[in-house]
């Protein structure tokens, strides 16, 4: 038995570029397979949303100038890239996958459909949602909330380079401390930055536990799922 049955993993984009700082690290991507092939051994239904911050974030391309929609666009599409490169790298383990998207771009992805999506995971298929929401100015964070509520996940799972969520940025206060839990309302109040307002607020009002855990370290995600408690949980 695991923690959890069914969940929604949230990886950035950021995450992807390992220490290169741009693109894709095919050492932190071949990790990252190894790492959801080995929970989907263990029976546990996958739906997986990518960021594509190593690539494209619309805000800053606005911040340069772009149109702010083409921007998004622009975006969306480098989580489309980032979506099948974590495909390919699954396939290449002998991990049954599928990428879905969220704006119509067959061959390159199924169009999204929330049943076709649950029929897949439920025969041991890792099921990414790639292009986010499909629309601009959301985030992925978004994008996962939406998702995760959707697919009916246990919980959404959120990968990233800190091992939980601290009083401030422990990567620049030392003396920060680490919640065990918390809930959505303080993460709001407190102004952490765990995800964005309006991705917090819809796990809030639809009861989406979020679980937050460092995934560069290879063997987190299946500690997660055996029940180890090294991350934090934020919950109503
Ligand atoms: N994006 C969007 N709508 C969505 C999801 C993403 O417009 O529903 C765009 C947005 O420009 C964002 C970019 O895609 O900056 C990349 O996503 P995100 O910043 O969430 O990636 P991460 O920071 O997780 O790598």
Redesign the pocket.
Known sequence: MTRFNRILLKL???SLMGEQGYGIDVKRLSEYAAQIKEVADMGVQIGIVI????I????TGAGKGFDRVK???M??C??VINSLALSSALGAIGQRNRVMTAIRMEPIGEFYNKWKAIEAMEQGEVVIFSA????????????SSLRGIEIEADVMLKGTRVDGIYTADPEKDPTATKFHDITYSEVIARGLKVMDITAIAMCMQNDLPIYVFNMDIVGNLRRVLSGDDIGTLVHN
Not at 51 to 54: C, D, I, T
Not at 132 to 143: I, L
Request: no cysteine.
């Open positions: 950035s984009g950021e960021g594509g911050g190593n494209f974030r619309g805000l921007g998004d666009q975006g969306m480098a989580t986010g929401t499909g629309s601009p100015y959301f985030t992925t964070d978004t994008g």
